[in-house]
């Protein structure tokens, strides 16, 4: 009895020294890309046609009522924001266009704004320090980086504080008590 366990114990490690070896053979085979992962079917992407998105632009000091208040084209050190009122019309999907605000020749602030409809109000602000005083360029892009809109505005320096004049002392009238 010793002997048959010996025997079907011997015959068992030669088939899983078998197996393994047969295993390993078929794992060192280069195997189709296939048989590997499942084909990924490739999604044609629709581009969408190009809107024609037409704008309208308010460089203002505020925005009440979502329209825009304080128009003008240059402002004191002291506006604290600056503020571009956008009447976008056109579009056919949901988009977004770009504001991006530049001092002289550096880029201060880039904001993507939503356009979810064919007419959409929007608008983007700008904190303005006293100390950025100069000129100012606001560029309006489309989604896909197309120029729309520029529009050009001045932080005018601070005024000089007025120095006092010299007055002239008038006399105390001299009384007399009697």
Known sequence: MF??????????ILLLALGSFAQSED???PTPKEEVAPAVEKKAVEVAPPMDLTIETQLCAGIEERMPVGAAESFTPDVENVYLWCKVTGATD??????????????MATVELPVKSAFWRTWSS???LPEWTGDWTVRVLDAAGNGLKELTFTIAPASEPETPTETETVPEEETTTE
Do not use: F, P, Q, Y
Request: proline share 0%; net charge positive.
């Open 27 to 29: 794992t060192t085979k």
């Open 126 to 128: 700008k904190r303005i």
């Open 94 to 107: 949901s988009t977004s266009i770009k504001v991006a605000w530049s001092h002289g020749d550096m880029e």
């Open 3 to 12: 002997k048959s366990i010996l025997i079907l114990t011997t015959a068992l």
